[in-house]
């Protein structure tokens, strides 16, 4: 059975940094996308960040050159770093798996809150 444990969210101060780390688990890691979507209070859903077998990226427009998705297939984790943070970040974050099937499977949320 797939899981997928997120870690590191919590609280920043606006301008500041959080590492997001996911440690998937009873998956071939290797083989799947990975990704990361958020969820902000009385919002919808929204993808942040994805990374494919192959190490290519996309981001939401709104956290390009402020996130950076990377992958470790040796310890089937997947991070997203996150800088120079801002109020409208604050958000519980999901890891995402996506199989080469298009089946996808989520984590239970990190929350992260950024403060002005």
């Known amino acids: 059975q797939v899981q997928l444990v997120e870690s590191g969210g919590g609280l920043a101060q606006a301008g500041g940094s959080l590492r997001l780390s996911c440690a998937a688990s009873?998956?071939?890691?290797?083989?799947?996308?990975m990704g990361w979507d958020r969820q902000a209070p009385g919002k919808q859903r929204e993808l942040v960040a994805g990374?494919?077998?192959?190490?290519?990226?996309n981001y939401a427009d709104s956290v390009k050159g402020r996130f950076t998705i990377s992958r470790d297939n040796a310890k089937n984790t997947v991070y997203l770093q996150m800088n120079n943070l801002k109020v409208e970040d604050t958000a519980v974050y999901y890891c995402?798996?996506?199989?080469?099937?298009?089946?996808?499977?989520w984590g239970q949320g990190t929350q992260v809150t950024v403060s002005s």
């Open positions: 990374i494919t077998t192959s190490g290519s990226t």
């Open positions: 009873g998956t071939f890691f290797i083989f799947n996308t």
């Open positions: 995402v798996q996506i199989t080469p099937r298009g089946l996808r499977s």
